[in-house]
Nanobody, 117 residues
Framework: VQLQASGGGLVQAGGSLRLSCAAS????????MGWFRQAPGKECEFVAA????????YYADSVKGRFTISRDNSQNTIYLQMNSLKPEDTAVYYC???????????WGQGTQVTVSS
């Protein structure tokens, strides 16, 4: 499966952005999907994940209550609604997918999110 992330940009602190990740080339509903981010000089970190049907969602503590992950299997797309953004949310955001438990096998190209103070 190929993943294409979009929706990043520059926003002021307290603002919102919605990221999208479109999948192609596979049976999308088979993939457990997630968002990760990597800030300059830091390791890649987990942000959020959504189960195959969308019924289960999981969040890093740092974004819980501010970010919402969702998916639309009819559109082969997942979303990350980001509200109350903070400068520390600045990073390149990647979407990723996996079929089985364990490491994510498929990664998108990343989209830059910059939050100014």
């Amino acid at each position: 499966v190929q993943l294409q992330a979009s929706g990043g940009g520059l926003v002021q602190a307290g603002g919102s952005l919605r990221l999208s990740c479109a999948a192609s080339g596979g049976t999308f509903s088979k993939y457990f999907m997630g968002w990760f981010r990597q800030a300059p000089g830091k390791e890649c970190e987990f942000v959020a994940a959504v189960s195959w049907s969308g019924g289960g969602t999981y969040y890093a503590d740092s974004v819980k209550g501010r970010f919402t992950i969702s998916r639309d299997n009819s559109q082969n797309t997942i979303y990350l609604q980001m509200n109350s953004l903070k400068p520390e949310d600045t990073a390149v955001y990647y979407c990723a997918g996996r079929v089985v438990s364990g490491s994510y096998e498929y990664w998108g190209q990343g989209t830059q999110v910059t939050v100014s103070s």
